[in-house]
């Protein structure tokens, strides 16, 4: 693996068949220059995961066309704190998956060129895709299938037998 060579400072995981190269966020921007420098040059998407209470996976995927390999590269940063460098710089493809990540988690991508939101309406509040984000749906109107424990009219399936089966079958009289 070509990240051997960068150091102590990632940690190489595989799962599924999909290489994960996890970094801190200070080696963030290094270590995607380290990779395409190395080949995986083709920039394919970049999101984040809501991870609470610990923060947010950053997540970037890269691939080297000429061997048909595959990498992810992971991050993480504080909800406290959700800043880091922008990777515009490595690929310029990064540039809007940083806008939609901002706009949709609140992940701060420091030196972005134009860090403005990009899929929501003039004045949304919040970040949608972040786990703590209160859908309004479920405010204004209740989810359809919500009954408290006991409010259900519905015979409990503990208590009923099959079709078909005799009520006498299998209970000691």
């Not at 061997?67 to 992971?74: I, N």
């Not at 009954?147 to 208590?159: D, L, T, V, W, Y």
């Amino acid at each position: 693996m070509i990240l051997d060579e960068f150091g102590s400072g990632v940690v190489i995981s595989e799962s599924f068949g999909e290489t994960t190269a996890d970094v801190g966020p200070a080696d963030w921007i290094e270590v995607l220059t380290f990779c395409r420098d190395r080949g995986y040059s083709f920039f394919d998407w970049l999101t984040a995961v809501d991870d609470p209470p610990e923060g947010f996976a950053v997540v970037a995927h890269l691939a080297d066309q000429e061997r048909h390999l595959r990498l992810l590269v992971r991050t993480h940063v504080p909800h406290s704190d959700p800043v880091l460098p922008s990777a515009v710089g490595v690929f310029r493809g990064a540039d809007w998956h940083e806008r939609e990540t901002f706009e949709m988690f609140g992940v701060v991508f420091d030196g972005h060129p134009d860090l403005r939101p990009l899929l929501l309406p003039d004045g949304f509040e919040g970040h949608p895709l972040r786990k703590d984000f209160v859908l309004a749906a479920r405010v204004a109107k209740t989810w359809p299938g919500a009954k408290e424990p006991g409010e259900s009219s519905a015979p409990s399936r503990r208590k009923m037998s099959p079709p078909g089966v005799p009520a006498d079958w299998g209970r000691n009289a």
